[in-house]
Structure formats: structure tokens, C-alpha cells
């Protein structure tokens, strides 16, 4: 009798199982066939279930899958994130990782930044830049090599020695010129900008300051003493000019006309030689 009441526990218990693994079965389905009943949806997702988020997207929007942990969820951006690029296709537009070494890209095949360590040249990441390039570590770059370039030489300078150019014989004369491409790290390096070589002049004695200054103020004085002078002789020989043409204007106005004599020659009657 006990035997069979502990079969018939086993029996029931085992029945019970069965019914709730049915049941977590069915709803499991259920939400593989119903995505759109689950409250976790964020604002760019179309589609979404609990577990994988995003499913997918409102138009416009990339389908990108994160991952956290050892699980992926699917999130909806207006741009892919650094290391991916976009595509877009009538049904879904997708996010697609870049290749290991590049940083930005624009297709998988063409890459717009590299990741530490690698230099970018015509899309693609390089650890060496090739022959007749040079790694540029500002940009990150395989740029051109760059040689210094430098404008003509200047006029030699007059003979100097010492900042003066009087009280001495042999003196030093200078010329310059300027860089006007510096160049880049392997490219030539810049020549010199200035030469000096020695010169000979004929020596003249230079003046004292305080003479030569005393001399200049003489100078500007005199020079300002003549120009007035001038200035007031012009302006009394106007004035004597212009008191004399009025002085015969009023004679011209007070003195009356002379009468014109008449011609004698035509007033005398022609001689009659007839007898």
C-alpha cells in the first residue's frame, strides 16, 4: 500500500514539471513572435525585445550593435560611432566596424584616421611611410619631404666698423637674405642668411656730435633767416608794383585827350604848273 501512494507522489510531481515547462516555453515564443510588446523600447528604435534592445530602426536612423560584457544590444544613432562607418540599404541602414588598425573610415577599404601608431597614406593605415615620404607624427601622415628654400642675396651694406662709417679705413660690409620654405624633418637643412667680408674705404674724419649739431642749428637759422628775408623783399617789390600800376591809372583818368593835328599834307591844294 505505501508503495503505491509513493508511486502515485512520483507520478503527479513529474506531471507538474511537465505542465510549467510548457508553459516558459510558450512564452518564450510568444516573445520571439510578438517583439513589439515589450515596454524596453528607446526613442529610435522601431522594433526592440528586453533581452537584444534595438531590433530595428525609425528612418534615418543606424542600427549598431554595442557590446556589453559577453551580450550585444542593438541601439539606434544618427551617426555611427568612431571605428564605424555607415550603410544604407532600402530596408535598414547599418553600421559596419572599420578595420583594426584605423581609427575613422569611409568604407572598410578607405580609412580617414589611424589609430596610434600607424600613419595614414591614400586610405590605408601604414606602420612605415614608403619610399620618398616622410611620417609626419603632427598629422599622423606620410606627407612630402620639404627642402629649405632661400631668396637672393641683398645689396652688399656701405663699410662699416663698429656701427660707424667715418674714422677708419678697413671696415666690414654685410648682406642678407631670407627663408622662404623652412623645410620639414628630412628635408635639406637651411643655408646661412648673412655674409660679411672685410672692405676698404677712404678714411674721413667724423665730426663731434655736439659741433656737428651746433653746426646744423646755424645752418637751419641762417637758412630760415634768408628764406624771410627773401620772402619780405618779394613782398615790398609787389607792393611797389602794384602802387605804381595804380598810380598810372589815375593818371591816365585826370590828364584830357589830346586832339589828333591835321595832316598837313592833305590840307594843301595841289600847284598849278600849267603857265
Known amino acids: 500500500m505505501q508503495l503505491r501512494l509513493i508511486s502515485w507522489f512520483f507520478i503527479t510531481l513529474n506531471f507538474m514539471e511537465y505542465i510549467g515547462s510548457q508553459h516558459a516555453s510558450r512564452v518564450r ?24 534592445g534595438c531590433l530595428s530602426c525609425k528612418p534615418r536612423l543606424f ?43 569611409f568604407t572598410r577599404n578607405f580609412c580617414t584616421k589611424c589609430k596610434s601608431g600607424f600613419y595614414l597614406y591614400s586610405g590605408k593605415c601604414l606602420e612605415k611611410c614608403p619610399d620618398g615620404l616622410e611620417a609626419n607624427n603632427h598629422t599622423m601622415e606620410c606627407t612630402s619631404i620639404v ?30 637674405r631670407e627663408i622662404v620654405q623652412h623645410p620639414s624633418a628630412r628635408g635639406n637643412p637651411c643655408p646661412a642668411t648673412s655674409e660679411s667680408r672685410k672692405c676698404i674705404v677712404q678714411r674721413k674724419r667724423c665730426q663731434k656730435e655736439g659741433k656737428g649739431k651746433k653746426n646744423r642749428e ?3 637759422k641762417k637758412s630760415n633767416k634768408d628764406e624771410s ?10 607792393a611797389a608794383r602794384r602802387q ?16 589828333k593835328a591835321p595832316n598837313k599834307e592833305q590840307n594843301l591844294a595841289p600847284i598849278d604848273t600849267a603857265h
Open 63 to 105: 542600427f549598431v550593435l554595442e557590446r556589453i560584457g559577453m551580450k550585444q544590444i542593438g541601439v539606434c544613432l544618427s551617426s555611427c560611432p568612431s571605428g564605424y562607418y555607415g550603410t544604407r540599404y532600402p530596408d535598414i541602414n547599418k553600421c559596419a566596424k572599420c578595420k583594426a588598425d584605423c581609427d575613422t573610415c
Open 244 to 259: 605804381n600800376r595804380e598810380q598810372r591809372e589815375n593818371n591816365s583818368k585826370t590828364q584830357p585827350k589830346k586832339r
Open 147 to 176: 627642402h629649405c628654400e632661400a631668396s637672393e642675396w641683398s645689396p652688399w651694406s656701405p663699410c662699416t666698423k663698429k656701427g660707424k662709417t667715418c674714422g677708419f679705413k678697413r671696415g666690414n660690409e654685410v648682406r642678407v
Open 218 to 220: 646755424e645752418k637751419r
Open 29 to 52: 515564443r510568444q516573445g520571439r513572435m510578438h517583439p513589439n510588446v515589450s515596454q524596453g523600447c528607446q526613442g529610435g528604435c522601431a522594433t526592440c525585445s528586453d533581452y537584444n
Open 229 to 238: 628775408k627773401e620772402t619780405r623783399q618779394e613782398s615790398k617789390g609787389r
